[in-house]
C-alpha cells in the first residue's frame, strides 16, 4: 500500500540522515583539483567504496522516484511511464544488457560501462535539479534527494576515474559521453510534460544506477571469486 505524503515526511525525516552519516567520503579531488586524495588508497579499498557510493545512489533513487511518483503523478500515467523504457537516455551507448553479454566482458569493458553511465547521467541530473527548482510548491526533500544524488554521481565518477587509472594503468580516458539533444535547458515546458519528463528521466535513471552497483559488485567478485561469479 502507497504511503502517504505525510507518511513519506515522518519516514524521511527519521532515515534520511542516515545516507549522509553511514555514506563513505569519496571526495578524490585535493584543493588544486587533481585526484590525488584517492590515489592513496589501495585497490581493495577503493574498489569498496566506490561500490558503497554506487549503492547508496541507487537506493537514494529508489526513493527519489516512488516520492516523486507519490506526489507528482497519478496513478494512470505511472503505468505509462513504465512502458516508456525506449525513452531512456543511455539506451544508444554500448551497454551490455543480457546476462550473458555481462558474463562475457572483461574487466575493463565493465569499468568503463560504469563509467560511461556515469558520465552520461551527470548533465541531465543538474537540468533535471533546475527543472524541479521551477515546480510551486516543490517539497525540499525532493529538491534535496535530487541535488544530494547529482552531487554523488561526481564523487563516483571520480573514484571511477582512479580505479580504471589502478587497475588497469591507463592514464588517458576518452569514454566522456554527452549527447546535447538529450535536455533542453533553453526551452520552458509546460508543467505537466516538465514533470512527466523528470518522471521518466527518475525511472531510467534509476535503473542505470542498479546496472552501476551491479556491474562494480560482479567486477569485485571477480577479483575474489572469479569462477564463481554468476
Not at 62 to 67: N, P
Not at 69 to 90: G, H, K
Not at 157 to 177: F, H, R, S
Amino acid at each position: 500500500m502507497l504511503m502517504t505524503v505525510s507518511q513519506w515526511g515522518v519516514w524521511i525525516l527519521l532515515f534520511w540522515p542516515q545516507h549522509l552519516t553511514l555514506s563513505t567520503p569519496l571526495d578524490c579531488r585535493d584543493d588544486q583539483g587533481s585526484l590525488s586524495r584517492c590515489t592513496s588508497i589501495s585497490q581493495e579499498k577503493l574498489l569498496d567504496r566506490v561500490i558503497h557510493h554506487a549503492e547508496l545512489i541507487y537506493r537514494v533513487s529508489e526513493e527519489l522516484c516512488s516520492l516523486f511518483e507519490e506526489l507528482f503523478i497519478p496513478f494512470p500515467f505511472r503505468l505509462q511511464s513504465n512502458q516508456a523504457a525506449y525513452a531512456c537516455i543511455t539506451k544508444a551507448l554500448p551497454i551490455p544488457s543480457s546476462k550473458s553479454e555481462i558474463e562475457q566482458i572483461s574487466d575493463k569493458w565493465l569499468l568503463h560501462s560504469v563509467l560511461m553511465l556515469v558520465q552520461s547521467w551527470i548533465e541531465p541530473l543538474t537540468y533535471m535539479q533546475i527543472s524541479m527548482e521551477r515546480y510551486d510548491h516543490a517539497p525540499d526533500m525532493v529538491l534535496n534527494k535530487t541535488k544530494w544524488v547529482s552531487e554523488k554521481l561526481f564523487s563516483l565518477e571520480q573514484g571511477v576515474v582512479v580505479l580504471i587509472k589502478k587497475m588497469l594503468d591507463e592514464t588517458t580516458l576518452v569514454t566522456v559521453y554527452s549527447d546535447q539533444n538529450t535536455v533542453q535547458n533553453d526551452v520552458q515546458p509546460d508543467v505537466l510534460e516538465s514533470v512527466m519528463r523528470d518522471y521518466t528521466l527518475l525511472g531510467c535513471f534509476k535503473k542505470d544506477a542498479h546496472k552501476m552497483e551491479t556491474f562494480l559488485k560482479l567486477l569485485k567478485c571477480r577479483q575474489t571469486d572469479k569462477y564463481n561469479c554468476a
